[in-house]
């Protein structure tokens, strides 16, 4: 199971974060090279406002092709199976990587924004299909820490494409096309190790009705002797489906059925998206060098966010199947609203004593740490939860597609959010934040060592009104 895990995520949410990291380090010399490259093409100087949109052309399409990975992300788990969506995922990757490689010896800077956009639609896919297997094939008792592992493969890439895109490493001028097309690495990663597991024992039984398959999955996955108590969870659910075929996203939208579980899927992945920590990273520079480190260290210090949301998620993943997910994500919200009161304060009066920037610092790591503990890790695996295996995909679907919105969103609306209220824009985050947690403690229900159909049936009332 462990290594199942590892084989999964390697070449998917760690994609994700490896590809949402490397793109800062190569900033100067990307622009250098679209500078030059308009030179040799139209022997005139680029227009600053020009370079300023290609730029942000080249890192924002990034979360376009999520957004598409994610709206296909779901059928072709249905088509392909959980496992087969994710080794052709990597195909998609591997394109990408040698059309970001090519882009600087060729002079074809539309290379890297096709490129960007493909390593885009893979993440998109990975990020969907991958909670899906990982929640499938995992046991009540483990499912939590086993579906941490979407969240620790994705800090672990942030991390790792921090690390790679130092200057010492593949961040210098000279080396930076291959920073881009090193995401090709996880995805032959994952084409290698991915194929000596087997497929979801409940997409085997449930989607396709291989009895016999499934038995082999789960005999290889929990074992000869224990497989049997999954066996009849799975059978039980295949019964209450009665043959009910995997639904569509709108046909979620207009079922009673899972009414409340949809929207606490979206209030949870537009939580997470604007709780405030793309504002955190945006500052920590500022705060970085407010607390007098030298400019030329704070990439090292910025290593530090990287490892400490790693960190985070690993905790989380130790945590999760004995304190529970509504107890971690309602406190990780409510230590977040805490957080942005201090920075708050911190920043309005950084100026004042000496010790401030200090308390900055210290808060910015912790908001990080709240982050990792609660909603950075609990949503992904609670989507997977609250939804029986007809409705899964959709909902990812519909996850999905709402996370890259708020991502493209934030990142569009972020910088004059900053300009315009400076360090009170985390006000605004405090209001978000504590609004979420208020909605998460009235409406959902521990999901801990229960099975899927369980947890549908604590949705009953809510949906369906106390008498029924």
């Not at 190569?26 to 100087?45: D, G, V, Y």
């Not at 000869?224 to 995997?246: N, T, W």
Request: with cysteine.
């Amino acid at each position: 199971l462990f290594l199942a895990v590892c084989a999964v995520g390697i070449g998917g949410t760690f994609q994700y974060g490896y590809n949402v990291s490397i793109i800062n380090a190569p900033t100067q010399h990307i622009h250098r090279f679209l500078n030059e490259t308009w030179a040799s093409r139209f022997h005139k100087e680029l227009n600053p406002d020009l370079l300023t949109f290609l730029w942000s052309v080249i890192a924002s399409i990034f979360s376009l092709g999520g957004l598409c990975g994610a709206l296909i992300g779901g059928s072709m788990a249905i088509r392909l199976g959980r496992k087969g969506a994710l080794l052709m995922n990597n195909i998609i990757a591997i394109l990408a990587s040698i059309l970001m490689g090519i882009s600087f010896p060729t002079g074809l800077f539309e290379l890297l924004i096709a490129g960007r956009f493909l390593i885009g639609i893979n993440s998109g896919i990975g990020i969907c299909v991958q909670p899906l297997y990982i929640g499938e094939v995992a046991p009540k008792h483990l499912r939590g820490g086993m579906a941490m592992g979407t969240s620790i493969f994705l800090t672990g890439g942030i991390l790792t494409g921090q690390i790679i895109g130092l200057r010492e490493l593949l961040g210098g001028e000279t080396y930076w096309p291959l920073l881009l097309s090193s995401s090709c690495f996880p995805a032959f990663a994952q084409l290698l190790f991915l194929p000596w597991f087997p497929e979801s024992p409940r997409y085997l039984l449930i989607d396709r009705g291989d009895e016999l398959s499934c038995a082999k999955a789960l005999k290889r996955f929990h074992g000869s002797s224990e497989y049997r108590r999954e066996m009849e969870d799975i059978q039980r659910e295949c019964c209450a489906l009665d043959g009910e075929k995997p639904k569509k996203p709108w046909q979620l939208f207009t079922d009673r059925g899972v009414r409340w579980q949809l929207i606490t899927v979206i209030v949870m992945t537009m939580g997470q998206q604007l709780s405030g920590i793309n504002a955190i990273y945006f500052y920590a520079t500022y705060i970085f060098e407010q607390a007098g480190i030298p400019a030329e260290k704070i990439p090292y210090v910025t290593l530090g966010t990287g490892a400490c949301e790693c960190l985070t998620a690993l905790t989380c993943g130790l945590l999760i199947d004995h304190v529970g997910r509504r107890c971690l994500i309602i406190g990780g919200y409510l230590l977040m609203t805490l957080w942005s009161i201090v920075l708050t304060f911190s920043l309005t009066y950084q100026e004042l004593y000496s010790w401030v920037p200090y308390v900055s610092m210290i808060s910015l790591f912790a908001f990080i740490l709240s982050f990792g503990l609660g909603p950075g890790g609990i949503t992904n695996t609670m989507t997977a939860e609250l939804f029986i295996q007809s409705s899964r995909p959709a909902a990812y679907m519909i996850g999905g597609t709402i996370s890259w919105i708020s991502f493209f969103t934030i990142g569009m609306l972020f910088p004059f959010i900053v300009n315009g209220l400076k360090q009170y824009c985390f006000l605004v985050f405090l209001l978000e934040c504590s609004l979420v947690a208020a909605f998460l403690f009235l409406v959902i229900p521990e999901t801990k060592n229960k099975s899927f159909l369980e947890i549908k049936k604590e949705f009953h009332k809510l949906n369906f009104g106390r008498n029924t």
